[in-house]
């Protein structure tokens, strides 16, 4: 049975609540309280209780992005016969689109921090979150990991958010009833319900899988959005669904980020805007049966290590090639998945208790974590200053006023006033849109003659905090486009 691997891509050159399909080992199930969780346990027959209480703290993301001509598609130099088509490929002058994608999320505080999967907003220029209500607030990204597929965004709202409280992932057991709620195919709000099927799955998406398994039905959409147990607590962030066939729908396998590893991630999001992971110093390997009887130990567990980097953290702890880890940070290891992940997860700088067997004999020592080197040096990346250009105005939109030659070109009626689209540029609102031809006749209800009236009206309007309103001349018809001002 072949395994498809579904991604929620803004940097795909595909319409709205679209996905990019490619063989993988898993698939990105994308992206689609009001009161707290509390103690009270619901019973499989109140599952409409629990689900009128969770909706108002579930979110729909959207996103849009500028997608360049790298993506496949043709675009026509301005003068071509062909330029027209680039108006059917929704390019803008400069051989660009604008993508929009949709997932889930959901409100963890109330301050307005909201929690999605990181491969919901990747590459994302604009963020929208959309409440139960039907209130659209712009978004902040807070903060983002690749490695987990987590990410952090702050919403203004100004009126009381309903957060959710995240629940203890590790007393989730296998057959526990458990809820979904997302937007899968950008329908809305949906609920599913199914039981926790599997824990500490490794679906080969990073480094730190340990997935909870479950069969509550989640498809492209749901990503990013809560899996609740009967309290009403977040005990999983759905992630993954595996989807054979070219259908990319549920059948019964899908995968969430335990609440507490996303907890730890989430925090230093919060914090810092990053994560810091910890840094051990240490290669490993994983024990067979063999290995364990080696070390008198009854079953195959822990992780053996195998190289130590000088002067890192386990050196200066004491550690030795060959020590078998059994127990980290108060954790119990199991295989050496596991240590990769307690390690990374741990405080950076805090003393770290850990116990081995060395020869046959047990052990411990002491050891603090230094920031993982691959973290800082992207960190440092990321804070380079953005190469991207500046717009030329409020809108990004160039106009001029309409020539005769426009009027053949693009059958404008000598009825049709206002001023006419030249080009649509990289990093504005506008962009995917207004295309090249349009005729702009009012700016907020007011009718606009030239590109300096179009450009001040926009100005006047923008200083409200608004979507500038446009009043657009098309193809025989009259539309209206909102575009938010830089």
């Known amino acids: 049975m072949r395994v498809r691997q579904t991604w929620l891509s803004v940097r795909a050159a595909i319409a709205a609540a679209s996905v990019v399909v490619f063989a993988a080992p898993a698939a990105i199930a994308q992206a689609g309280n009001a009161g707290q969780g509390g103690d009270r346990t619901i019973s499989t027959n109140d599952f409409s209780v629990l689900a009128k209480r969770l909706m108002p703290s579930v979110v729909n993301i959207s996103t849009r992005q500028t997608v360049s001509p790298g993506d496949g598609l043709p675009s026509f130099p301005p003068g071509s016969?062909?330029?027209?088509?680039?108006?059917?490929?929704?390019?803008?002058?400069?051989?660009?689109?604008?993508?929009?994608?949709?997932?889930?999320?959901?409100?963890?505080?109330?301050?307005?921090?909201?929690?999605?999967?990181?491969?919901?907003?990747?590459?994302?220029?604009?963020?929208?979150?959309?409440?139960?209500?039907?209130?659209?607030?712009?978004?902040?990204?807070?903060?983002?990991?690749?490695?987990?597929?987590?990410?952090?965004?702050?919403?203004?709202?100004?009126?009381?958010?309903?957060?959710?409280?995240?629940?203890?992932?590790?007393?989730?057991?296998?057959?526990?009833?458990?809820?979904?709620?997302?937007?899968?195919?950008?329908?809305?709000?949906?609920?599913?319900?199914?039981?926790?099927?599997?824990?500490?799955?490794?679906?080969?998406?990073?480094?730190?899988?340990?997935?909870?398994?479950?069969?509550?039905?989640?498809?492209?959409?749901?990503?990013?959005?809560?899996?609740?147990?009967?309290?009403?607590?977040?005990?999983?962030?759905?992630?993954?669904?595996?989807?054979?066939?070219?259908?990319?729908?549920?059948?019964?396998?899908?995968?969430?980020v335990p609440s507490n590893m996303a907890k730890s991630v989430v925090a230093q999001l919060k914090q810092f805007g990053s994560t810091r992971r910890g840094w051990l110093g240490v290669r490993v390997q994983d024990v067979d049966q063999a290995l364990a009887e080696t070390f008198g130990l009854k079953k195959a567990e822990g992780a053996i290590i195998t190289q130590i980097t000088k002067g890192g953290p386990g050196e200066a702890a004491g550690l030795k090639v060959g020590d078998l880890i059994t127990s980290f940070n108060n954790q119990p290891v199991t295989q050496m998945r596991d240590l990769s992940r307690i390690v990374a997860t741990a405080t950076v700088g805090a003393n770290i208790s850990v116990r081995y067997s060395r020869a046959g004999r047990s052990g411990s020592a002491t050891v603090k974590l230094t920031e993982l080197e691959e973290e800082r040096k992207l960190k440092e990346e990321a804070a380079k200053p953005d190469a991207a250009k500046s717009l030329s105005n409020i809108l990004g939109v160039i106009f001029a006023p309409i020539e005769d030659a426009d009027r053949r070109r693009f059958k404008i009626p000598n009825s049709v006033r206002g001023v006419i689209v030249r080009n649509v540029e990289l990093g504005s609102d506008a962009l995917g849109k207004l295309s090249v031809g349009d005729v702009v006749t009012e700016v907020n209800f007011q009718p606009v003659a030239n590109p300096a009236q179009a450009i001040a009206a926009a100005e006047t309007a923008a200083q409200a905090n608004k979507p500038v309103l446009l009043q657009i001349w098309s193809e025989t018809e009259v539309s209206f486009r909102a575009v938010r001002a830089k």
Do not use: C, Y
């Not at 330029?83 to 002058?93: A, K, L, T, V």
């Not at 679906?203 to 730190?208: L, N, T, W």
């Not at 990503?223 to 066939?245: D, H, M, Q, R």
């Open 81 to 256: 016969p062909l330029e027209q088509f680039n108006e059917f490929f929704g390019r803008g002058g400069e051989g660009l689109r604008r993508q929009s994608s949709l997932g889930s999320g959901f409100i963890m505080d109330a301050a307005g921090h909201v929690v999605t999967n990181n491969h919901v907003i990747d590459g994302a220029d604009e963020i929208d979150v959309i409440l139960s209500d039907g209130t659209v607030l712009p978004a902040k990204l807070i903060g983002r990991d690749e490695e987990t597929d987590l990410a952090v965004l702050k919403v203004d709202a100004k009126t009381m958010l309903a957060p959710v409280p995240f629940g203890n992932s590790d007393t989730a057991e296998v057959g526990d009833w458990v809820i979904a709620i997302g937007n899968p195919f950008g329908l809305g709000g949906t609920v599913t319900a199914g039981i926790i099927s599997a824990r500490n799955r490794d679906i080969q998406a990073g480094r730190f899988d340990d997935f909870i398994q479950t069969d509550a039905a989640i498809n492209r959409g749901n990503s990013g959005g809560p899996l609740f147990n009967l309290k009403g607590e977040v005990v999983g962030i759905n992630t993954a669904i595996f989807s054979p066939g070219d259908g990319g729908g549920s059948v019964g396998v899908g995968f969430s």
